[in-house]
């Protein structure tokens, strides 16, 4: 149970063009989503949480227009990074909560973006 | 505020030797306290979480944590350890309220033959 997918696993783009990152909740109901940045030999940087119908929160620093999350539904969430340049160029990891255990996030596999 | 801290950014240790990772926290509130493994390329795998329950908590692969109040500690050992063990492993807590998580830095376990 308590299964996060993403997709896509790995995705180049083009500079100047937006790429759309799926996290989808499998089997349980996700009230709430974190989107996180990891950059190579790091650790994971919250970058916004978002809740179903609401729009998401973002974390000092991260810019809101760039970074775009929607949380349509119980299932599924999306980040679309606008107008990509290489210094996105990072591995975005999603995770989702649920209701029945609020403390506990259950993590995606991860995306890893290149922006040539 | 809660925060959590690594000590250590890498610890190497021999095929067959005791692995232990340190992670303290700091927190008002009763913490719920998480460690997970990550392998190059791959999202996180939980390993094991403290929840106020026992304070001695066991996990996957072998590992386990003891949740020490008074040391603010939540440190993660396993016996013997493997060649698969070499990966980084983050320390985290839950953020009362909001439920965010705060990893740690990480800790890179490079095992030795």
């Known amino acids: 149970g308590a299964v996060v997918s993403q997709h896509p696993s790995w995705v180049i783009c083009k500079s100047g063009t937006s790429v759309k990152i799926e996290c989808r909740s499998l089997d349980f109901q996700a009230t709430t989503m974190f989107w996180y940045r990891q950059f190579p030999k790091q650790s994971l940087m919250l970058m916004a949480t978002?809740?179903?119908?609401?729009?998401?929160?973002?974390e000092q620093g991260v810019e809101k227009d760039k970074f775009l999350i929607n949380h349509a539904s119980l299932t599924l969430s999306t980040l679309t990074v606008t107008s990509a340049h290489p210094e996105d160029s990072s591995f975005y990891i999603c995770?989702?909560?649920?209701?029945?255990?609020?403390?506990?996030?259950?993590f995606g596999p991860g995306t890893r973006l290149t922006v040539t | 505020a809660q925060s959590v801290t690594q000590l250590g950014s890498h610890v190497s240790v021999s095929e067959g030797a005791l692995v232990l990772l340190r992670c303290n926290y700091s927190?008002?509130?009763?913490?719920?306290l998480f460690w997970y493994v990550q392998y190059p390329n791959q999202g996180l795998q939980l390993l094991l979480k403290?929840?106020?329950?026992?304070?001695l908590v066991k996990g996957i692969n072998g590992f386990e944590a003891e949740f020490k109040k008074s040391e603010t500690s939540f440190h993660l050992t396993k016996p013997s350890a493997h060649m698969s063990d070499a990966a980084e492993y983050f320390c985290?807590?839950?953020?009362?309220?909001?439920?965010?998580?705060?990893f740690g830095t990480g800790t890179r376990l490079k095992v030795l033959a």
């Open positions: 995770s989702a909560k649920g209701l029945e255990v609020a403390y506990e996030q259950y």
């Open positions: 403290y929840t106020s329950a026992a304070t």
């Open positions: 985290a807590v839950s953020v009362s309220g909001t439920y965010k998580y705060i």
């Open positions: 927190s008002s509130v009763p913490p719920y």
């Open positions: 978002s809740n179903e119908g609401s729009k998401a929160t973002y």
